[in-house]
């Protein structure tokens, strides 16, 4: 019965998908609500690996509805692929995935520009799957939509359209302009992707307000985190989309009193991909550890992460802005035997002590981190399927954070295995 929202805490690649996996046994649905294939989730399936950027990792419990919801930025030949691989599997059967005809459809000259704007002063460090562009395409009323690749006259106008105002972005830049073979390609591509795609669209909001109403659990996947979202986050080093909570109601089209619960997934400790302030980032020997032993290589693109301590001001903001009920940790067993852990419980600036990151991206490169240090652990808690379970320090880290941030544990995980997990609230218990 209960609608529960699942949100990155910190930077992305929190582990949400190992928890969303977990929490979709008790789902009836699973839906994303922004991003495109910026996200990456691995999935072990019979042994082997299966990476899904847009498809959400529900896929795997043959029951679970998954919805690609209006909020979203669809790459269709990404999604074809994903679901080609998982048809191969024996999974994503019919009627399991429905695309909504309102998200956005990111095509090849969104990438161009992408590429173009990344090799620019003011380049970010984006996945360069053409997320930006085409969130800039939909914000300027220009953009592709799921539904329009049905309609061929209106999505030839709509590239037209877009390719005309592109490309002399593209000359300025030092790129050829697309030729007529280009754009028929582009055209042609889509056209195609859609016929492939036709049965799987339709009225994703409409589909998940019944379901609720329904009785059904619903679980709505955020995807990248709190601190990348497009208004709250660390900008301009962000996301295109709203990542946070409310992100779910915009980006399926539910009302906020629709939503029972928030969950935050953060990691024992914080990592981040791409330029941006990241005021507890560890000096460089210390981060090579911790990648190592956190396996920090992005599921998208490879890129090796970069690494801190766990900063409980940047989650206090998670709180905040998501409404958090409780919080996920996650890779707890990452921290043993890494020695003291320090955790940043605020921040210095001019002479002021802040208790959550400052709005302005200057600011919050000056900002001092303020730490603390606690007691690590060298004993193995991957076996621990309770809180005793634990080894005494990391039960004073874990109560330490609750205490420093004002939200609960509700799961805690101690290894990449579904069963290496410790359930301590079941957001779908009534
Ligand atoms: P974009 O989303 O590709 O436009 O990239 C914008 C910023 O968000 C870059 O710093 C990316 O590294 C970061 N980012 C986007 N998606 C993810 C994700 O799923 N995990 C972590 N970082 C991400």
Redesign the pocket.
Known sequence: MPVVVVVGAQ???EGKGKVVDLYAERADMVVRYG?GA???HTLVIGGDKVVTHLVPSGILHQRVKCVLGDGMVIDPTTLLEEIAALRARGLCGDGQLLISSRAHVILDYHRWLEAVREEQKGA??????G??PAYESKAARRGVRVGDLGRPARLRELVAQNLDEITPLLLAAGRPAPGRAEIDRVIDGALAAGEKLAPMIGDAGRLVDRAIAGGENVLFEG???TL?DIDHGTYP????SSTIAGGACTGVGVGPTRIDRVIGISKAYCT?????PFPTEMEEATAEAWRHAGQEF?A??G?PRRCGWLDAAALRLAVRVNGLDGIALTKLDVVRGRGPVKVCVGYRLDGATLDEPPADGEDLLRAEPEYIELPGWDVESRGARTIDDLPAAARTYMSTLERLIGAPMWLVSVGADRADTILLRDPFAG
């Open positions: 930077w992305g690649d991003g910026n996200a990456g970010i460090g984006t996945t360069r799957r997320i930006g995807a990248q985190g990348l080093f962000v996301t295109s981040r991909v791409g330029g941006g992005g998208t693109t890129r």
